[in-house]
């Protein structure tokens, strides 16, 4: 492995040969969106990556207030890839949120976090590193319209796509338009998007990220899935990101808009998240064993730790209003909080693909893609970590369709919180796994909370919803 002062080198080596005419610097907002600024390229040297780049912090989301608003960002050499979406030649480079007194990392900088909760897994010695696999569903439309004012709120998408344009006059209207909850997958010219998921997958791979597989997902309206390779959490978490900037970014080069939202569509499957997750020690896949599907007794507390905490988990892995309408029964999203092997009901699958025990892996299912990777991932680590630890029995598996289960076999199954509220309770009664470590702090525990009350909580509370006048307009 190339050390950093060699990755730095290299860096400003392609700079130099590939006429680079601008540097774009990445970093993540506390809630989980990527910001940036960009300098020329004669602002860019060697003591860029040591002494970096102040910014005014204060209108970041979740960060500090305007009294303390000094910022510095430290690029990370590791992280360049070429931005093929601006006009001039530009590479991006991720980078680390720094305190500038004291170049120590912020504590509220969701990739710090995560650098902590890896160094946190090795102090235990449980494990070397910790593999992230995560899927990130997302929808592609031709067109979105929303409007929130204090007499009116509506919102509207629409694709070529979406069942519900069969009838629609089109000149001509062609026909083929996957039905509610059969998108998986048709062939062409049902699938309609084919090509430009292609093209994503080129300009993905183009950026260094290794793609599986692409296809078409469950839901009408133009659902996609794009799956990567499983990666080291702290790179998975940056290429997820990367991730979702190349998907939006080539969906605008075609006149579409790309989202990313859980659910966006009403009577048909939500985008999911699942996140497939294995520790290795050295060369030791440690999930591989002689138990249940194969698993190790690690691997069997791990999933205990993960059900076990799960209802504070998902303030994380689930952190929107949004979430919640997709965890819902009979939408394959998984609301029992239970095991199985190749469940698909259920919140953790043991997936049966291979015997070779370098592919065993847990899937957590219940995750979506509006998740902060960086915060989400260490969530998962540190409550599974808790359950190796502390030796958390996840309990029997679930091996039968949960869905058709009677509701008196059922009352027995936890279940996932029914609101982001109920999600942020659990998190506040249950987040001392989270601690150890200092992996997040009393202070980005408590500001996750507020921020996630006062700005997304109570403000859907407070609106009125379209669907209420349906309901109550005549009462």
């Known amino acids: 492995?190339?050390?950093?002062?060699?990755?730095?080198?290299?860096?400003?080596?392609?700079?130099?040969?590939?006429?680079?005419?601008?540097?774009?610097?990445?970093?993540?907002?506390?809630?989980?969106?990527?910001?940036?600024?960009?300098?020329?390229?004669?602002?860019?040297?060697?003591?860029s990556?040591?002494?970096?780049?102040?910014?005014?912090?204060?209108?970041?989301?979740?960060?500090?207030?305007?009294?303390?608003?000094?910022?510095l960002i430290?690029?990370?050499?590791?992280?360049m890839f070429?931005?093929?979406?601006?006009?001039?030649?530009?590479?991006?480079?991720?980078?680390?949120?720094?305190?500038?007194?004291?170049?120590?990392?912020?504590?509220?900088?969701?990739?710090?976090?995560a650098q902590k909760a890896l160094a946190y897994l090795r102090s235990t010695g449980v494990a070397d590193e910790a593999y992230f696999g995560p899927e990130a569903e997302f929808f592609l439309f031709d067109d979105v319209r929303f409007d929130s004012q204090p007499n009116m709120t509506f919102y509207e998408v629409d694709s070529v796509e979406g069942r519900w344009n069969t009838g629609r006059d089109e000149g001509p209207n062609l026909g083929y338009k996957p039905r509610y909850k059969?998108?998986?997958?048709?062939?062409p010219p049902q699938d309609s998007l084919m090509d430009i998921r292609n093209e994503m997958v080129q300009y993905l791979q183009e950026a260094g990220i290794h793609i599986e597989a692409q296809h078409h997902e469950v839901a009408s309206g133009g659902q996609c899935e794009i799956d990567?390779?499983?990666?080291?959490?702290?790179?998975?978490?940056?290429?997820?990101?990367?991730?979702?900037?190349?998907?939006?970014?080539?969906?605008?080069?075609?006149?579409?808009t790309a989202?990313?939202?859980?659910?966006?569509?009403?009577?048909d499957n939500g985008s999911g998240m699942h996140v497939h997750i294995s520790l290795w020690k050295g060369d030791n896949p440690l999930f591989a064993g002689s138990g249940y599907a194969g698993l190790s007794e690690e691997a069997l507390y791990f999933m205990g730790g993960i059900l076990k905490h799960a209802p504070s988990l998902l303030a994380f892995t689930n952190p929107t209003t949004n979430s919640y309408k997709r965890l819902v029964p009979g939408f394959e999203a998984p609301v029992n909080l239970a095991y199985s092997q190749r469940n698909r009901s259920a919140a953790i699958r043991i997936p049966m693909v291979s015997s070779s025990p370098k592919s065993k892996r847990i899937e957590f299912r219940c995750p979506d893609p509006s998740a902060n990777p960086y915060l989400a991932f260490s969530a998962l680590l540190m409550a599974g970590?808790?359950?190796?630890?502390?030796?958390?029995?996840?309990?029997?598996?679930?091996?039968?369709?949960?869905?058709?289960?009677?509701?008196?076999?059922?009352?027995?199954?936890?279940s996932t919180p029914r609101n982001l509220e109920s999600a942020l309770e659990a998190l506040a009664d249950d987040h001392e796994y989270l601690l150890k470590g200092d992996v997040f702090t009393e202070d980005v525990i408590e500001t996750w909370i507020d921020y996630k009350f006062e700005k997304e909580a109570q403000e859907m509370a407070l609106r009125p919803h379209p669907h209420e006048f349906h309901l109550y307009y005549d009462i």
């Open 1 to 47: 492995m190339p050390d950093r002062k060699e990755k730095i080198a290299e860096v400003l080596k392609f700079v130099k040969e590939n006429d680079v005419e601008f540097v774009d610097f990445k970093f993540m907002d506390f809630p989980g969106m990527w910001q940036h600024f960009t300098v020329p390229v004669a602002e860019f040297d060697e003591d």
């Open 49 to 71: 990556f040591e002494n970096g780049y102040g910014f005014d912090g204060s209108s970041i989301r979740g960060w500090k207030p305007i009294n303390e608003s000094d910022m």
């Open 74 to 79: 430290i690029p990370d050499p590791e992280t």
């Open 82 to 113: 070429v931005d093929q979406f601006i006009e001039a030649p530009t590479i991006s480079l991720i980078c680390d949120v720094h305190e500038p007194a004291t170049k120590e990392k912020y504590s509220r900088c969701p990739r710090n976090i």
């Open 182 to 187: 059969e998108g998986y997958f048709p062939v």
């Open 228 to 256: 990567m390779r499983f990666n080291k959490m702290v790179p998975m978490a940056d290429q997820l990101l990367m991730f979702k900037y190349i998907v939006k970014n080539t969906a605008r080069l075609h006149r579409r």
């Open 259 to 267: 989202t990313f939202m859980p659910k966006p569509i009403f009577g």
């Open 385 to 414: 970590l808790d359950g190796i630890i502390n030796r958390v029995d996840p309990g029997e598996p679930l091996d039968k369709d949960i869905y058709d289960m009677p509701p008196e076999e059922l009352a027995n199954v936890p």
